[in-house]
């Protein structure tokens, strides 16, 4: 893969590196039987992974993973295990903070076996603790935990939250209720009482628990339209966050989108202004500017950048949406669709690349340089 160049020498000697969509798994499944409880590790070597469904066959690489690396690495798929990490992305490219973001055990939040679900998350969880972060410091992670059990999932985040390489809690964008509804309040309290932000990844959006296709229009046939609506989902969720005024309830939270886009941000950020302008007596209780909670509130991952053919048009978009302050760097490795951090919005100028790659998220993680 890429190798290590004197940009990423220089850039590491002024200020760290933060890559905030890593992808990470176990080596085999059987490294979580351990984990379990008893009644759950059959189950577990059978069934595995509770919830989730995956309609579309092809979704880019070699099962989502750049070609090389997973031949290099025994075809491993969906997500990494430590090593490739370690070596390609930290070692290599230079990454001085990976933000490890899971995948595989997202299903858990569409399971109708809350029990089983939670025990597996419980068990990713401590694996990921003893296995990664145990052994090398530039981890941090994002719990995974079912948010269809909200009671559990703050019992969760108050049982490793005071770890100091457990940086935030993450919810799979496929839901029952939009994040903003009040069920979800049980984990912004924990969230923000153990200083973790929520992170908001794409995934779970064709459950078969949820019991509905992920567009008001039906299924998409293939996995090109599938991708083309991830930023309806986490359009869903941030006008519920704004318009349920949950950053008037929880004024810490912090959220961070994932692998959302963001072209979308200033259009949507319009949008949300002008109807709350012509509906705010409906929504009393949101008492400032919608544009001004997700300044304050929301950090957007770069990855995927889209690609306008228009010159300055990205430059644009980044100014409408104060993307100095709510963009932070994501390469999403190791999926095929990877992005390496010297060739990501690599024209900006010194000091917006800076915040972009290093101070956004450190400041969205609360993780001191």
Known sequence: MAQQDARSESRRESDPLVDVDVHHAWGDESDLTPYLPPQYQDRWEMYGVPGGHKPYANNGGQLAVMADVAEAYDDMAYSAPREPVR??????????????????????????????????CRAFNDYTVDEWLDHDDRFRYSLAVNHQDPQWTAEEIRRLGDHPQVVSVMLPTGATRAFGDSMYDPIY?????????????????????????????????????????RRCMYQAHLGSFVFQGTFEKFPDLRVLMLESGWAWVPSFLWLMVSEWKAFRSDVPWVERNPKEYVKDHVTFSTQPVEEPTEPGALDDIIEWMDGEQTLAFASDFPHFDFDHPDRTLAHLDDETRRRITSQNALEALNISP
């Open 87 to 120: 070596e390609e992305l930290l070692d290599s490219i230079g990454v001085d903070v990976a933000h490890l973001t899971g995948m595989l055990v997202y299903g858990a939040s569409s399971a109708t076996d809350k029990r089983y679900a939670n025990a597996v």
């Open 189 to 229: 309290e924990a969230a923000t009482e153990q200083d973790l932000a929520v992170a908001m990844h794409f995934g779970n959006n064709c459950s078969t628990m949820h019991g509905y296709p992920p567009t008001a229009a039906g299924w998409p046939n293939d996995y090109v339209e599938f991708r083309l609506l």
